[in-house]
């Protein structure tokens, strides 16, 4: 994977959120403690430069509230399946280690996809490159139970390039997702000597 290049700028978002960070640390809303607290800020971000991330810069705030709530029921409902699963020892789950292709090939967005895949119970990321993950899922007892694992991984990207995504990221959601397309339906055999 290649290295991002590194920013040499300071970010106003940045800026302001470590100067709040400051603030808080010595508890005064002063105004010697904000001048002091943006210039510790644009010190941090000159001397400990981050990389360039392009999908900060189309963050959207609807995006990642949709993010954060669908996640947060993800939790609820995934907590309450794998308890049940676990509850009935009589019959036992198959666990599998599945490979999920992505629609991006950033690895911003497959690294977060990853992180909340492996966050919501009953998977865990084992592996991640930019366009793929490897789960490790709980439930993996029939086909239908792993193209399910896999489906959610990919509602999980959709999810995230929605609150991330540059807009050439958000185009591929147009698109099906890999890993989905479906084979062309056989032509029928023909019936009469007319249709040979």
Same mark, same amino acid.
């Not at 800026?15 to 403690?33: N, P, Q, R």
């Not at 899922?137 to 193209?147: L, M, R």
């Given at each position: 994977?290649?290295?991002?290049?590194?920013?040499?700028?300071?970010?106003?978002?940045?800026?302001?959120?470590?100067?709040?960070?400051?603030?808080?640390?010595?508890?005064?809303?002063?105004?010697?403690?904000?001048?002091?607290?943006?210039? &510790?800020? =644009?010190?941090? !971000?000159?001397? *400990?430069?981050?990389?360039?991330?392009? +999908? /900060?810069? @189309?963050?959207? $705030?609807?995006?990642?509230?949709?993010?954060?709530?669908?996640?947060?029921?993800?939790?609820?409902?995934?907590?309450?399946?794998?308890?049940?699963?676990?509850?009935?020892?009589?019959?036992?789950?198959?666990?599998?280690?599945?490979? &999920?292709? =992505?629609?991006? !090939?950033?690895? *911003?967005?497959?690294?977060?996809?990853? +992180? /909340?895949? @492996?966050?919501? $119970?009953?998977?865990?990321?084992?592996?991640?490159?930019?366009?793929?993950?490897?789960?490790?899922?709980?439930?993996?007892?029939?086909?239908?139970?792993?193209?399910?694992?896999?489906?959610?991984?990919?509602?999980?990207?959709?999810? &995230?390039?929605?609150?991330?995504?540059?807009?050439?990221?958000?185009?591929?959601?147009?698109?099906?997702?890999?890993?989905?397309?479906?084979?062309?339906?056989?032509?029928?055999?023909?019936?009469?000597?007319?249709?040979?």
């Amino acid at each position: 994977m290649k290295r991002p290049a590194l920013r040499y700028r300071a970010s106003i978002v940045a800026t302001v959120g470590l100067a709040i960070v400051w603030m808080m640390l010595w508890g005064e809303l002063t105004l010697g403690a904000a001048v002091f607290g943006v210039l &510790v800020a =644009l010190l941090i !971000q000159i001397v *400990f430069p981050l990389p360039d991330v392009p +999908e /900060l810069e @189309s963050f959207r $705030p609807i995006g990642f509230a949709r993010l954060v709530l669908v996640t947060l029921g993800g939790l609820v409902v995934s907590s309450f399946q794998v308890a049940a699963k676990v509850l009935a020892f009589w019959r036992p789950t198959r666990n599998a280690i599945i490979r &999920v292709p =992505l629609r991006s !090939q950033s690895p *911003f967005i497959t690294v977060i996809t990853a +992180e /909340l895949a @492996s966050l919501v $119970p009953g998977s865990v990321a084992v592996d991640a490159d930019a366009g793929w993950v490897l789960l490790h899922v709980f439930d993996a007892s029939t086909p239908a139970a792993i193209e399910h694992a896999r489906a959610k991984v990919r509602s999980t990207e959709a999810t &995230v390039l929605r609150a991330f995504g540059t807009a050439e990221d958000r185009a591929l959601l147009r698109l099906p997702a890999p890993g989905t397309e479906q084979a062309p339906a056989p032509r029928p055999a023909p019936d009469t000597e007319e249709e040979r």
